[in-house]
């Protein structure tokens, strides 16, 4: 098993235990069963006893082998007998293929009423049946569907003729799908606001046991850990990203920015009469790039110099390089549905190795150009000429050189 999928596992059973508790499933009833979102939270708590827990975590339906991850039956007390209804809790950590998703969460959803038989209804009795609410938290969804609520269920449409009167239907069936993230501070429901300090990332502890408490839930240690738990995983994941787009990034750049140094080392070595090793020492090439220069070097020793030809060319180059990366960037994360803290992540990371080539390619030519300037007497715009200082960093060498 790889670091990826057994830390995707781990997340995914914390957030099963998180969604266990309670308080959580008194508000997640009262964000998605219609008429009870102003239920006092002790009166929400008191539907769901122990007893109520019908699928504890992981547990498999020995009729149809479904493994639901959670299923609860809130008993709402009434004159005659208690209103009944069942609550099944999908936490979702890869939400990329939507479509192969839904048709899973459909079939859940119509397995909860097969279910229910010779437990809420007997024989054809089916006006017993509880109603249904199979809730699918995405925790990593694409971000066309952060920070929404969606409602599914059955609805009436007249084929021939009007809708009047309308079928008396009641609404057995119903999924919910919610993506967190992108959290806004007003009009938010108090399910989504919830939602965000156990899941999204950002809070201290101290923070989430606030945040938490101060919508009314009861927030014990156990909770906290697993709410812990489940955000260091995610921190990692997102430090991983970073790392690997750092590498990506760096590779990138070294492609792009080696022509360049190579001839800036090149125009050295034929102004001062150096050896390529002399040149490279001298100009504070870095070691970790310095058998890539000379191994550039020595493979095109053809070539005199970087013409303004090249340098037009180099920079139409880059452009198209950085547009196709950042149209690949976007079409992944269209396609895959990869969640902002991948995206931003691997983008953070080309980013800071970016500017860190960039930072290695201005020290060079800024050395190139003192010493040329000290060894020729020439000025700042003869030493940059001679060098064809790319026009992105010949602000920065200026300044560089004082």
Not at 42 to 54: I, K, M, N, R
Not at 240 to 249: L, N, S
Not at 269 to 283: F, K, Q, T
Not at 380 to 393: I, K, S
Request: net charge negative; charged share 35%.
């Amino acid at each position: 098993m790889t670091n990826r999928i057994a830390n995707e596992n781990r997340r995914d059973n914390s957030a099963k235990k998180i969604f266990s508790y309670r308080s959580v499933v008194a508000m997640m009833f009262r964000g998605t069963v219609p008429g009870f979102e102003d239920t006092d939270m002790e009166v929400a708590e008191s539907y769901f006893g122990p007893e109520t827990v019908l699928k504890g975590i992981g547990e498999v339906d020995p009729k149809t082998g479904l493994r639901y991850d959670l299923i609860f039956e809130a008993k709402i007390p009434d004159r005659e007998k208690p209103i009944r209804i069942w609550i099944n809790i999908e936490p979702q950590n890869d939400s990329r293929m939507m479509e192969r998703l839904m048709c899973r969460m459909e079939y859940y959803s119509a397995n909860l009423l097969v279910m229910q038989k010779g437990r809420t209804f007997e024989s054809d009795n089916y006006y017993d049946m509880a109603d249904t609410y199979s809730i699918w938290v995405l925790m990593d969804p694409p971000k066309r569907m952060r920070n929404k609520i969606r409602h599914i269920g059955l609805s009436e449409r007249a084929v021939h003729g009007d809708a009047d009167p309308p079928l008396p239907f009641r609404g057995i069936q119903n999924i919910v799908v919610i993506g967190i993230g992108d959290p806004e501070d007003d009009g938010v429901p108090v399910m989504l606001k919830m939602l965000d300090w156990m899941m999204c990332e950002g809070y201290s502890r101290d923070e989430r046991r606030k945040g938490l408490m101060g919508l009314g839930l009861t927030v014990t240690k156990d909770m906290e850990d697993n709410i812990l738990r489940m955000n260091s995983i995610d921190e990692d994941r997102d430090r991983r990203m970073r790392d690997a787009g750092r590498e990506e990034g760096r590779a990138e750049e070294r492609k792009i920015l080696m022509p360049v140094l190579a001839s800036t080392v090149r125009a050295f070595m034929e102004d001062n009469g150096l050896s390529v090793e002399e040149a490279v020492v001298r100009a504070r090439i870095p070691e970790d790039i310095r058998d890539d220069i000379i191994s550039a070097l020595s493979q095109s020793s053809n070539r005199n110099k970087w013409t303004v030809a090249d340098m037009a060319g180099y920079n139409l180059r880059m452009n198209s390089i950085d547009e196709d990366r950042d149209r690949r960037m976007r079409d992944e994360g269209r396609e895959e549905g990869r969640a902002l803290g991948r995206e931003e992540g691997r983008a953070l990371g080309r980013a800071e190795a970016k500017a860190e080539m960039r930072s290695v390619l201005v020290s060079v030519l800024t050395n190139v150009a003192r010493a040329l300037m000290e060894d020729h007497g020439w000025t700042v715009e003869e030493a940059l000429a001679r060098l064809n200082v790319p026009d992105y960093v010949r602000d920065d060498v200026i300044s560089a050189l004082g």
